[in-house]
């Protein structure tokens, strides 16, 4: 699999952002898929899928504990793109579980009991939106933090088994707002209230002009630490096939 990943990296390597989705789109077709958080960067994305294949499969995670322009933003991209965006939420039994054991906001408490909360809302339901997936597509870019500075633009996830590709690696948050502007992208109002990378409410909040993109995220962790478990090792994950 690796000399694969190579392969197509090599191949790849002077690619737009468009010839990359088209590759994958075409050669993966019924097994591709987008994770979506409604994010600037998914929202370009989504809009650029959708052009190229208006059948792909796009998907969210709604953890329960989403801002409602969050929920907005989601209402208007299905209306623009005449589509319906698959949600999944986490197990309820699970969250009962969750609630039992560390109460509504435990995830302060300790960097375990946010990455459970994490897992329950997240990562279990992520499992299940990709156990049928060959591709899966996000909208990482390295410079949003330093645990993605070294991400390529096509690996093999281990965790969930599945080639991820990251077309918007090398992209910068200004090529990111131009895409949206010129093509009139529907985006989350939270980035213009000083919110450039947006999850769940209680863990996210505005941050101060020059300020790293990601300090609004889990703001009371260190900077290594601040990732759900999505896009890095995280000991919670595990994979049934
Ligand atoms: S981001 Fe916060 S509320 Fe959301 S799943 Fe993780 S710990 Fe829980």
Not at 212 to 224: A, K, L, N, Q, T
């Amino acid at each position: 699999m690796q000399l694969q990943i190579e392969g197509i990296n090599k191949e790849l390597q002077n690619a737009s952002v468009h010839e990359v989705l088209k590759y994958f789109l075409e050669k993966y077709k019924d097994r591709v898929s987008l994770s979506s958080s409604f994010g600037a960067e998914d929202q370009v994305l989504t809009d650029l899928i959708l052009n190229i294949d208006a059948d792909t499969h796009i998907f969210t995670l709604d953890t329960g504990r989403l801002h409602p322009e969050t929920y907005d933003v989601m209402d208007a991209t299905n209306l623009k793109y005449n589509t319906k965006i698959a949600v999944y939420f986490p197990e309820a039994s699970n969250v009962e579980a969750l609630y039992r054991t560390q109460g509504v906001n435990g995830h302060y408490e300790s960097i375990e009991k946010r990455k459970h909360c994490c897992f329950v809302r997240k990562i279990e339901p992520l499992q299940r939106a990709l156990k049928d997936v060959d591709v899966w597509i996000t909208g990482l870019r390295s410079e949003q933090s330093v645990t993605r500075q070294q991400m390529p633009l096509v690996e093999y996830d281990e965790k969930f088994k599945v080639i991820k590709v990251n077309p918007l690696i090398a992209w910068s948050e200004k090529e990111v707002w131009e895409y949206i502007k010129e093509h009139n992208v529907p985006y989350n109002k939270l980035h213009d209230q000083g919110f450039p990378s947006i999850g769940c409410a209680p863990c996210t909040r505005a941050v101060e002009e020059g300020e790293d993109i990601r300090s609004g995220r889990w703001w009371w962790e260190s900077p290594e630490h601040k990732e759900c478990g999505l896009h890095k090792g995280d000991k919670h994950a595990k994979r049934d096939r």
